[in-house]
C-alpha cells in the first residue's frame, strides 16, 4: 500500500540512509549541526528555486543577514516580471500555479497506479487460491458429480449438522418460517426444544440461506436455468443417481460460497503483507509462503462447514485493521468502528474466536506496558472489543459462555489496570517491577473474575476448556478431556509439523525477522529505562505494530505446540511474519548492499524446492466419495420409519440421519453443551468415570449379540444395525 505524504513532491525525494540534507547558502547553520558552513563565495543553480528545494522550510529559506549572497536567475526573472504591471504578474503567478498542480497530479496519479496494482495484485492471489481450494476439493471427492444424498453424507459429524440448518431454511415455505424452525428446534436434542442460533453459531447458514433464497427467485423471475441434472451411471451394479450442478444447487451453492470468501482471504493476505513491510514483495512472500505450507495453514478444502471455514477470515481482516491502528498516531472513529465490525463477523460464527482475542488482548497490554502504544489507544481498542462482545452476546441470545469468558474477564481487567496503576502505582517512570506488577494484576485478576462470573451465572459449559489445559500440564483425566484427546487435532503438535516448516524455510525465515525485532526491543526497552533514554525514546526503535506481531506469533506458538488444530492460527501468522524479510525499517542496512528484489526472489526460490512438491503432492490427491452401508441406512430410515421416531447413537451418523432423514435425534456432535456429554460415551473412556465397572463387557457389545427383550433389530447391514425398543 503506497502512502502519500504531505508535503513531499517530486522535487524533494526522501533522503537515503546517511545523505545529509544540503543547506541553501546563507541558511542558519542550527538546521544542521556538525557540518561545516558553506564558502561565502558559493552559488547554488537555480536560484529561488534551488532554496525551496534544499531548504528546511522558512529557517531552510531563510538568508543569513552577515553575508550577502547572489541572486539566480529565477529571483532576476521574478524581479522582472513584478516590475512589468499586474497582467504579466497574473500571468506569472498562472503558470507557476499550473505547474505546481501538473506536479501534484502526478504524484497523485503514480500513487493511485501503485494502489491500484497492489489491488490487482491481491484480487489475482484471491482467484488463484479459489480455484486452488476448489479444485482440491473436487479432486478429493468428485463433488459436482455426486448425487444430492451422497453429498449430504460427505458432510460428516458436526459439518452435516451445520448444513442440516441452511436445508431446514432453504426448504421452509419463507425465509422466516426457517428461521423460527432452528429457534425453536425439536429435532436436534429430543424432546428439548433449543433456539440452535444461541447455540451452534449458525448466522452463517442464516446469511447463506437468505441469499441462496434471493438468488434462486430472482433466476425464477428471469427465467434463468440455475443448475442443470443428468444420470450418472455409478457402475459396479449400483443403482443410476441424479446429479445436479449449478449454484442452484444447495449444496453448490453453500461450498461456492465458503470457497469465495476464502478466496477473498487470500487478497486480504496479500494486502496484510503489503502493508506491514511497506513493500508488495511483502505481500507475493506472504501468499508464497501460504501456498507452500498450504496444508498446514488451512483445511477448508476439506472440510468447508466447519466454523473456521467462515470465521478466520474476518480474524485476517481485524488483524490488517488493528495494525492500521497500531501504526497511525491518532485513532479515527471509521477505523475502530471497522475493527468493531470485524469483531462480530468474526466472533458470530465460531466459539473458540474468543480464546484468540483473548491472546490478542493479552499482547497488546503487553505491548502498551512496555510502552510502545500509549494506555489511550489501548482503551480505544478495548472499547471496540466491549462494543463487539455486548453485540455478539445481544445476537446469540444471551449466549452466557461470552460473558463468563476469560476474554470477557481480561477486558475488564485490563480497563481497570489502565485506570487504576497511574493512580496506585505513582511513578514518571516506567520501572521493570511495575512491569511485573501490572501483568500479575492482569494474570490473577482474570482467572479470579472468570471464575467468579460462571459461578454467579452457573455455567459449566466451557469447563472442559480448562480441563483440557490441565490435562497437558499435570496429566488431569476426565471423561471429556479423554474424549478431545483421543483425536489427533486436540493432542500435541506433532513432531513433524516444525520440519515441514524448516523444509520450506518459513521457519527460519521467521526466526531472522523475530531476532531481528526482539534485539530492537531489548535496545529500546533498555533505552526507555534508563533516565537519558526518556528524551530519545521516539527516535528509537518505536514500531508498535512489529512488537505486537511478535508477541501475537508467541502466544499462538504456544495455543499450536498445547493444541494441533490451532496451527492454522500459527502457520498464516507465520507467513504474515516472514513478509518482514522485505521491510526497510528491520533491514535497511541489508538493502543498501544487496537489492531487495535479489534477495526476496532468491528465497521465494529456495523456498519452492520443497514447497512445489507440497502443493504437487496436494493437487495429486484424487478420490470419490461412497459410503453404500451409510446410504442404505438411511434411504431405510426414509421409507420405513415414521417422521416422529427419534435415534441415538454414534454423534457422526446422528449428524447424517438429522440432515438426510430430519428425524428427531437425542445426541449430536456439537460438544459444547454440558448437560449433552453423558449422552456421549465410548467403553474405554467412560472407564474413567466408572471405575466399578472397568473392563467389563460394553452393553453395545452385549446387544449386537442378542438385544431380546429390550430391544428388537429392525435393520442391519455391513456397518450399521437399528435397534428398536418395542412398545409396551
Known amino acids: 500500500m503506497v502512502v502519500l505524504t504531505r508535503g513531499r513532491n517530486k522535487e524533494s525525494p526522501p533522503l537515503k540512509p546517511g545523505q545529509q540534507q544540503q543547506q541553501s547558502p546563507g541558511a542558519s547553520p542550527r538546521g544542521g549541526r556538525g557540518r561545516p558552513p558553506h564558502s561565502p563565495g558559493r552559488q547554488v543553480p537555480g536560484g529561488a528555486r534551488a532554496m525551496r528545494k534544499g531548504g528546511g522550510g522558512r529557517r531552510g529559506a531563510r538568508g543569513d543577514p552577515q553575508r550577502p549572497c547572489r541572486e539566480g536567475p529565477a529571483a532576476e526573472g521574478l524581479r522582472d516580471v513584478l516590475g512589468r504591471g499586474p497582467l504579466r504578474l497574473l500571468r506569472g503567478c498562472r503558470d507557476r500555479l499550473g505547474v505546481f498542480v501538473d506536479d501534484r497530479k502526478a504524484s497523485i496519479v503514480k500513487a493511485d497506479s501503485k494502489i491500484w496494482l497492489t489491488f490487482l495484485l491481491a484480487a489475482f492471489a484471491g482467484v488463484l487460491h479459489w480455484w486452488h481450494i476448489t479444485t482440491l476439493f473436487e479432486n478429493d471427492r468428485h463433488f459436482s458429480h455426486l448425487s444430492t444424498l451422497e453429498r449430504e453424507m460427505a458432510f460428516r459429524t458436526e459439518m452435516g449438522l451445520y448444513y442440516s440448518y441452511f436445508k431446514i431454511i432453504i426448504e421452509a415455505p419463507s425465509f422466516w418460517n426457517g428461521v423460527w424452525a432452528i429457534m425453536n428446534d425439536r429435532l436436534t436434542e429430543y424432546p428439548l426444544v433449543i433456539n440452535t442460533l444461541q447455540r451452534f453459531n449458525l448466522y452463517p447458514e442464516v446469511v447463506l440461506a437468505s441469499w441462496y433464497r434471493i438468488y434462486t427467485a430472482v433466476m425464477d423471475f428471469l427465467g434463468v436455468p440455475t443448475k442443470m441434472c443428468w444420470t450418472v451411471n455409478r457402475g459396479k451394479g449400483l443403482s443410476p443417481v441424479e446429479s445436479c450442478e449449478g449454484l442452484g444447487d444447495p449444496a453448490s451453492f453453500y461450498v461456492a460460497m465458503i470457497f469465495l470468501l476464502n478466496g477473498l482471504m487470500m487478497s486480504l493476505f496479500f494486502i496484510y503483507g503489503t502493508y506491514l513491510s511497506g513493500s508488495r514483495l511483502g505481500g507475493l512472500v506472504t501468499v508464497a509462503c501460504f501456498f507452500f505450507n498450504h496444508g498446514e ?21 481485524q488483524m490488517l485493521l488493528l495494525t492500521y491502528i497500531l501504526r497511525i498516531p491518532n485513532i479515527n472513529t471509521g477505523s475502530l468502528i471497522a475493527l468493531c465490525v470485524s469483531n462480530i463477523f468474526f466472533m458470530l460464527p465460531w466459539q473458540f474466536a474468543q480464546f484468540v482475542l483473548l491472546t490478542q488482548i493479552a499482547s497488546l497490554f503487553a505491548v502498551c506496558i512496555m510502552g510502545y502504544i500509549d494506555s489511550c489507544k489501548l482503551q480505544k481498542i478495548l472499547a471496540a472489543h466491549m462494543v463487539a462482545l455486548v453485540v455478539c452476546f445481544i445476537l446469540m441470545f444471551g449466549n452466557s459462555m461470552l460473558l463468563t469468558s476469560y476474554y470477557a474477564a481480561s477486558l475488564v481487567v485490563i480497563w481497570g489496570i489502565l485506570e487504576l496503576s497511574p493512580k496506585v502505582l505513582k511513578s514518571s517512570r516506567r520501572e521493570v517491577y511495575i512491569w511485573v506488577i501490572e501483568g500479575c494484576a492482569w494474570l490473577f485478576g482474570t482467572v479470579t473474575l472468570k471464575s467468579l462470573t460462571s459461578l454467579v451465572f452457573g455455567i459449566a459449559d466451557d469447563a472442559h476448556i480448562g480441563n483440557i489445559l490441565k490435562s497437558k500440564f499435570i496429566g488431569y483425566k476426565d471423561f471429556d478431556t479423554l474424549m478431545y484427546t483421543c483425536a489427533a487435532e486436540f493432542d500435541f503438535m506433532e513432531k513433524e509439523t516444525p520440519v515441514r516448516y524448516t523444509k520450506t524455510l518459513l521457519l527460519p525465515v521467521v526466526l531472522v525477522v523475530l531476532g531481528v525485532i526482539i534485539k530492537r526491543v531489548i535496545k529500546h526497552v533498555a533505552w526507555s529505562l534508563s533516565q537519558a533514554g526518556q528524551c530519545e525514546r521516539e527516535e528509537r526503535f518505536n514500531q508498535g505494530e512489529l512488537v505486537y506481531h511478535a508477541l501475537q506469533l508467541l502466544a499462538y506458538s504456544v495455543l499450536a505446540i498445547l493444541i494441533m488444530r490451532l496451527k492454522l492460527f500459527l502457520t498464516p501468522h507465520l507467513c ?18 544487496i537489492q531487495p528484489k535479489t534477495l526476496v526472489f532468491a528465497i521465494l526460490a529456495l523456498m519452492a524446492i520443497e514447497g512445489s512438491a507440497n502443493l504437487q503432492t496436494q493437487w495429486n490427491i484424487m478420490g470419490e466419495f461412497s459410503n453404500l452401508p451409510q446410504e442404505e441406512l438411511l434411504e431405510w430410515i426414509k421409507v420405513n420409519t415414521r417422521q416422529d421416531a427419534v435415534f441415538a447413537g454414534a454423534m457422526p451418523t446422528m449428524a447424517s440421519v438429522k440432515l438426510s432423514t430430519l428425524r428427531p435425534i437425542v445426541n449430536h456432535p456439537h460438544y459444547e453443551d454440558a448437560g449433552l456429554r453423558p449422552g456421549c460415551s465410548m467403553p474405554e473412556i467412560w472407564d474413567v468415570e466408572d471405575p466399578a465397572n472397568s473392563g467389563r463387557v460394553p452393553l453395545c457389545t452385549l446387544m449386537s449379540k442378542d438385544s431380546r427383550p429390550y430391544f428388537f433389530t429392525v435393520f442391519e447391514n455391513s456397518n450399521y444395525r437399528v435397534l428398536k425398543i418395542p412398545k409396551e
Request: some cysteine; hydrophobic content about 50%.
Open 297 to 317: 495453514c488451512t483445511r477448508v478444502m476439506w472440510t468447508p462447514p466447519l466454523r473456521e471455514s467462515f470465521s478466520y477470515p474476518f480474524l485476517v481482516l
Open 576 to 593: 504474515v511474519m516472514a513478509s518482514l524479510v522485505c521491510s526497510k525499517q528491520l533491514f535497511g542496512w541489508l538493502f543498501c548492499k
